[in-house]
């Protein structure tokens, strides 16, 4: 079926100046930018995003990684999005990304890992809504 995700450029590979290489890999996969927008997250802004992962230790770390620099925010389109983009991205850690990969590619530690992308249905209708308002997601 036809599904939108969340997929954030984290504050790593937007200082790399990877935006558009990483976007060349959404392309190429099939996947369409329907939304995107740059943005300086606050605390509470990463803190919310991140809510469910607020009792975990890296909580802290991960809250202050994504807030120290700009992020590149969009909603891909397209066939399976969600596990499309999961498979573009790779595994959470870069050291068990597979080769070819963005994060095996851009990534150079777990908290430093280049991408987020929604991991189910359910939560990137969530995360989508989080950042975007329904009249910014185009249809295309
Ligand atoms: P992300 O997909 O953005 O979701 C939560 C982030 O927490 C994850 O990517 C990692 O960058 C970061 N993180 C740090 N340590 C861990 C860990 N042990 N397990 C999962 N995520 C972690």
């Given at each position: ?5 969340i ?13 558009g ?7 190429k ?9 740059m ?11 991140y809510?469910?992962?607020?009792e ?10 994504m ?7 969009q ?12 498979e ?53």
């Amino acid at each position: 079926a036809i599904e939108k995700t969340i997929s954030i450029i984290k504050p790593d590979a937007v200082a790399k100046n990877v935006i558009g290489e990483i976007y060349s890999r959404f392309e190429k996969a099939g996947l369409k930018i329907v939304a995107a927008k740059m943005k300086q997250l606050s605390k509470e802004d990463a803190e919310g995003f991140y809510a469910v992962h607020k009792e975990r230790p890296f909580f802290g770390d991960l809250v202050a990684f994504m807030t120290s620099g700009p992020v590149m925010i969009q909603v891909l389109e397209g066939e399976n999005a969600v596990l499309k983009n999961r498979e573009l991205m790779g595994a959470t850690n870069p050291k068990e990304a597979a080769a070819g990969t963005i994060r095996a590619d851009f990534a150079e530690s777990i908290d430093a890992n280049a991408v987020h992308g929604s991991d189910s249905l359910e939560n990137a209708a969530i995360e989508i809504a989080y950042f975007f308002k329904p009249e910014d997601v185009v249809s295309r």
